[in-house]
């Protein structure tokens, strides 16, 4: 079974390429870049170096969380828009399960910890049991048993639960040195540090469980797959907590109009970014599967802005040879007037640079004043016009352009 497998669940990203019992490729980078900026052209990468025709290959596997949301929201989208565009299956593999499988065959206890910051972790515990031979083969293999699957939890509560096994441990994992002190004084049973070449998410690990996964039938298709993040984000934390404090009116609180955030869109953000551009353009919005589409190139960059957990804000660009065509911009009706397109924009025109983009176009209604405003704000100059060419109502399309 040949496999693609990603891993942007925290500060490491990894693809790899398994076929079989065979590790083909595989790509790693633990820096402190973007996974945006570098998922893709590690793929397009490995793809050209193994002359990798992404149509061969069976199913993709894909750390499914928990880790960094905005790790977690990439590595998901990208898998996701390949997965349909190939028409290929998704195994989603925990990822504290596929950290633990860089142990195979340790009959120790194995404790994963990523830093989930708060003073947790996300955690796991696991073993390894040999199975049992079959005739007179000295060959041993194993199977991973789940002690306790991965949670997210306290580094006190961790280390209770190693002690209460007393058994000896094999910590691992980015949270290890964030929290080793914290760790030698609570951890009361024998315990040891995997090495630098297996304590991190490795993409090859990750495969090697995913084809375990596969035997068992655990592959669902990209309409239903779903990163898990064991806890809420903090745009839903505060979303929470906005609710709750309802109840109990605060001046200075309902003077505020909210934190309005903007961020990459990601595949879990298509249903709304679809809807609200129903709302916008009604005929003239993209549907759903020209959004997703755009994620899964490395020449557009598409924003959402969210406001208290909710999607108000959708802007994207695409580079054509050093030119970015601005393709979408819709701001929810609600929410206008708060600022929510200029902060898109400017964060859009700032992350243009780093795909290439020196200079910048759209097209906007004759008769948006509010919108030709904005443009104009922004540096956008009117070079001509298209007669007729919006519908419903008819309208002249004013082409704009912001030159380098």
């Given at each position: ?234 745009a839903e934390r505060e979303a929470k907590e906005g609710k709750d404090t309802e109840a109990k009116p605060d001046k200075a609180r309902n003077a505020a109009p909210g934190i309005i955030r903007v961020r990459e869109m990601t595949a879990e953000d298509i249903d709304d970014a679809y809807n609200l551009e129903q709302m916008n353009l009604g005929k003239e919005a ?119």
């Amino acid at each position: 079974m040949k496999i693609l497998s990603i891993d942007t669940s925290g500060l490491v990203g990894a693809v790899a390429i398994t076929d079989g019992d065979m590790l083909v490729s595989q790509f790693s980078i633990q820096y402190k870049t973007t996974h945006s900026e570098i998922l893709m052209p590690m793929l397009d990468n490995m793809a050209k170096k193994i002359n990798l025709d992404l149509s061969t290959i069976d199913a993709i596997a894909v750390a499914m969380g928990p880790g960094s949301f905005t790790g977690l929201r990439i590595g998901s989208a990208t898998a996701k828009g390949l997965a349909l565009a190939l028409n290929k299956p998704i195994i989603p593999v925990p990822t504290v399960d596929g950290i633990a499988y860089n142990l195979y065959g340790i009959e120790k206890i194995i404790c994963p910890m990523m830093d989930a910051r708060r003073n947790q972790v996300y955690t796991g515990l696991y073993t390894f049991v040999p199975k049992t031979p079959e005739g007179k083969s000295l060959e041993r293999t194993f199977d991973m048993m789940v002690l306790h699957e991965q949670f997210a939890t306290s580094v006190e509560n961790i280390a209770d639960e190693i002690n209460k096994i007393g058994k000896p441990v094999v910590l691992l994992g980015d949270g290890v040195p964030v929290y080793h002190d914290k760790l030698e004084e609570l951890i009361k049973v024998p315990y040891s540090i995997a090495p630098l070449h297996q304590n991190r998410q490795n993409a090859a690990a990750l495969s090697a469980l995913a084809a375990v996964y596969a035997e068992e039938g655990r592959m669902i298709s990209g309409d239903d797959f779903a990163p898990d993040y064991l806890r809420l984000s903090q745009a839903e934390r505060e979303a929470k907590e906005g609710k709750d404090t309802e109840a109990k009116p605060d001046k200075a609180r309902n003077a505020a109009p909210g934190i309005i955030r903007v961020r990459e869109m990601t595949a879990e953000d298509i249903d709304d970014a679809y809807n609200l551009e129903q709302m916008n353009l009604g005929k003239e919005a993209w549907n759903k599967k020209q959004l997703l589409d755009a994620l899964t190139r490395d020449d557009t960059i598409y924003l959402v802005a969210e406001k208290a957990g909710r999607i108000v804000g959708l802007c994207g660009v695409q580079n054509i040879s050093g030119e970015g065509e601005i393709t979408n911009v819709s701001v929810s009706p609600d929410t206008r007037r708060e600022g929510v397109a200029y902060k898109m924009l400017r964060q859009l025109l700032e992350r243009g640079k780093g795909i290439g983009i020196e200079s910048y176009t759209l097209e906007v209604r004759a008769a948006n004043a509010p919108a030709i405003a904005l443009y104009e704000r922004l540096g956008f100059v009117s070079e001509g016009v298209r007669p007729g060419f919006y519908d419903e109502p008819k309208d002249d399309a004013v082409i704009y352009w912001k030159r380098k």
